[in-house]
DNA sequence: CGTTCGTCCTAGAACGTTCTAGGGCACATC
DNA sequence: GATGTGCCCTAGAACGTTCTAGGACGAACG
């Protein structure tokens, strides 16, 4: 047992002590920066195997005034939420930073999430599509940089990187079109992030095709998806649907087939998020991809530039989507 | 612009500085421990607010010998897992510990995430239904205490905190011979943490009712869900299956009814999890229901124990389950 | 009047790192 | 032989907290 305590976690010191040289200098052999000889850094590097030392990220972030340090805020139920962090944490990694999360909950709201984050150093937020309104983000933002991603917010004070979400369903009702559709309802997500840009992109397709725009009340989850199958199947079924997201698409596409209607034979669908759910085998929904690399790159690379004060031009970056095409959509019958 | 510096985060020597105190006294007061005057805290609390001043966790943790913090590894794709952090914030947050969260991605390893945390001067883990082998928990549970969740783990090291699986599974079938089922078909989840048990339990209970157990390859995702339909389709049909979890239930499912097949007319299907995606109305699968509430506070209760030093009589602490009755189970078809 | 005891407060030392200055020392240069 | 000039290395001061010892002051007690 040391004579320090039972099960003290070991220290720079104690490297130091055990192979006999000073704590500056093990602190350099660790951070591998210059400054040291092969031979000692070998033995340095074998005393700290030995005693099985880690630096203690909470000191180490103390001294240096920059933490490298990300915080981000994400959404526990969103699927879409998880690729997006799991690419953050690859374009963190690959310019030396790291990430600390904060959850939002149903019990937990974001405000909550960003006050934990606050308190731990972070030199930057970025935030998925956050809920918080726009002058809430902007009083953030005085504090440090932030970074909203996947929702668009007007404030000159945060950044946005987002998907074209308006091209997004652009690119679904040209994709109808082109198939042969003259009748595409869309299918509405209401107050959601994204949801106003996309019924824009839906509106303005239309218009380009001389089509008349429907838009029906939905969601972005899959009780929503069928109340609005419901209230489809109400009237004559339209020859294609756009839906604001997978989900909503999901619960739309269950209550049609149980109501017999055959998909894409009597109505083709459309999905948004390319989630892994629309791209299963036995759903297989046509649907809009974010470009989750890219948006988190660029989430990242922001954040930085703003901490580096890089001039920065836009404030707001715009990433093209891609449209996936798979089985529910289909030309129309040929009838009427 | 401050002296120090164009935008400096304020501490506590900014407020004592203002207040006219010490910087000692505006710890205690912020802190909100005994040893200052009704008067002095009201002014040190104003002081505090009008330079909006944050404590500095880092600083403070790396002062106190306890951080109160506790290391979560979660799955980022994992919904289950979702709902396990937002009970876990809730159970930390009831006594007085903070949370930091590690995922696991695609790309980031259960040891990359377990790396992470170690080095954040974390307590103890929590690690939800890890991939990692025994020996390595056991290494880990050498260094802090770790507290498993939803998964066994033969290893007299680490605390487990799960779901009687087995017994999860035998509600399901006990349900289904109840409505009058006599062939019933388990879906397996293969080497997924809990695969095991549910399979055991479906064993078990099958052989209780002196009918004949029949396992079909399966997994945890719904592509796996629609493999096992489609081996399924390729014979009789039986009359119920118990799946291994929602999501591979609802691939089964989505297959079964694609072929034609009715549920729960001609057959019946149980899921497991009581995810979010079984109680939609669009879906409504009858499934088996973890104890979030109670698996979390066991979590981090025990986590505490083991911190404290409290003598532990049983190593794995197992919660039951509950049966979630809906419209996917009915009796069987008066036929044959 | 001297002691004892609270209450409120402060000085200064931790905590485990990184960073800034600089100290030796060998080798090359004048 | 003096003077640079590298390269390794170290002492000691940060960083922003909390914690340990008290100090000052008034009130209560002998």
Redesign the pocket.
């Given at each position: 047992m040391a004579p320090?305590g039972p099960d003290?976690?070991?220290?720079?010191?104690?490297?130091?002590a055990r192979a006999?040289?000073?704590?500056?200098?093990?602190?350099?052999?660790?951070?591998d920066?210059?400054?040291?000889?092969?031979?000692?850094?070998e033995?340095v590097r074998r005393a700290a195997e030995e005693i099985g030392?880690?630096?203690?990220n909470?000191?180490?972030?103390?001294?240096?005034?920059?933490s490298r340090l990300l915080g981000v805020v994400f959404g526990v139920q969103h699927a879409f939420h998880g690729d997006l962090v799991s690419g953050l944490y690859a374009a963190a990694e690959r310019v030396g930073y790291e990430l600390t999360l904060s959850a939002v909950t149903p019990e937990r709201d974001e405000l909550r999430a960003v006050a934990g984050l606050l308190q731990d150093r972070c030199e930057a937020l970025i935030i998925l599509g956050p809920q918080s309104g726009t002058t809430a983000l902007a009083d953030l933002a005085a504090r440090l940089p932030v970074v909203v991603v996947a929702r668009s917010v007007r404030s000159a004070a945060v950044d946005v990187v987002r998907t074209a979400d308006d091209e997004g369903v652009q690119l679904a009702v040209d994709h109808l079109v082109a198939l042969g559709h003259r009748d595409v309802v869309h299918v509405d997500g209401g107050r959601a992030p994204g949801a106003a840009e996309r019924r824009r992109g839906y509106r303005d397709a239309v218009r380009r095709h001389c089509l008349t725009p429907r838009i029906l009340p939905g969601g972005l989850t899959e009780d929503d998806g069928a109340a609005a199958a419901r209230a489809l199947l109400a009237g004559p079924l339209p020859s294609a649907v756009t839906v604001f997201n997978d989900r909503c698409a999901l619960g739309l596409l269950d209550v049609l087939r149980r109501a017999g209607r055959t998909v894409p034979g009597e109505v083709s669908v459309t999905g948004y998020d390319d989630s892994r759910i629309a791209r299963l085998a036995s759903v297989d929904l046509t649907s809009v991809a974010q470009d989750v690399e890219q948006l988190t790159t660029l989430a990242v690379r922001r954040a930085l530039d703003r901490l580096d004060g890089v001039p920065v031009r836009q404030r707001e970056q715009v990433v093209p989507p891609r449209l996936v095409v798979r089985s529910t959509t289909a030309p129309p019958r040929r009838e009427r």
């Amino acid at each position: 047992m040391a004579p320090t305590g039972p099960d003290r976690r070991p220290t720079l010191a104690d490297v130091a002590a055990r192979a006999g040289v000073s704590t500056a200098l093990v602190s350099i052999v660790m951070r591998d920066v210059p400054g040291a000889s092969a031979a000692t850094r070998e033995r340095v590097r074998r005393a700290a195997e030995e005693i099985g030392y880690r630096p203690d990220n909470r000191a180490r972030l103390l001294r240096s005034s920059r933490s490298r340090l990300l915080g981000v805020v994400f959404g526990v139920q969103h699927a879409f939420h998880g690729d997006l962090v799991s690419g953050l944490y690859a374009a963190a990694e690959r310019v030396g930073y790291e990430l600390t999360l904060s959850a939002v909950t149903p019990e937990r709201d974001e405000l909550r999430a960003v006050a934990g984050l606050l308190q731990d150093r972070c030199e930057a937020l970025i935030i998925l599509g956050p809920q918080s309104g726009t002058t809430a983000l902007a009083d953030l933002a005085a504090r440090l940089p932030v970074v909203v991603v996947a929702r668009s917010v007007r404030s000159a004070a945060v950044d946005v990187v987002r998907t074209a979400d308006d091209e997004g369903v652009q690119l679904a009702v040209d994709h109808l079109v082109a198939l042969g559709h003259r009748d595409v309802v869309h299918v509405d997500g209401g107050r959601a992030p994204g949801a106003a840009e996309r019924r824009r992109g839906y509106r303005d397709a239309v218009r380009r095709h001389c089509l008349t725009p429907r838009i029906l009340p939905g969601g972005l989850t899959e009780d929503d998806g069928a109340a609005a199958a419901r209230a489809l199947l109400a009237g004559p079924l339209p020859s294609a649907v756009t839906v604001f997201n997978d989900r909503c698409a999901l619960g739309l596409l269950d209550v049609l087939r149980r109501a017999g209607r055959t998909v894409p034979g009597e109505v083709s669908v459309t999905g948004y998020d390319d989630s892994r759910i629309a791209r299963l085998a036995s759903v297989d929904l046509t649907s809009v991809a974010q470009d989750v690399e890219q948006l988190t790159t660029l989430a990242v690379r922001r954040a930085l530039d703003r901490l580096d004060g890089v001039p920065v031009r836009q404030r707001e970056q715009v990433v093209p989507p891609r449209l996936v095409v798979r089985s529910t959509t289909a030309p129309p019958r040929r009838e009427r």
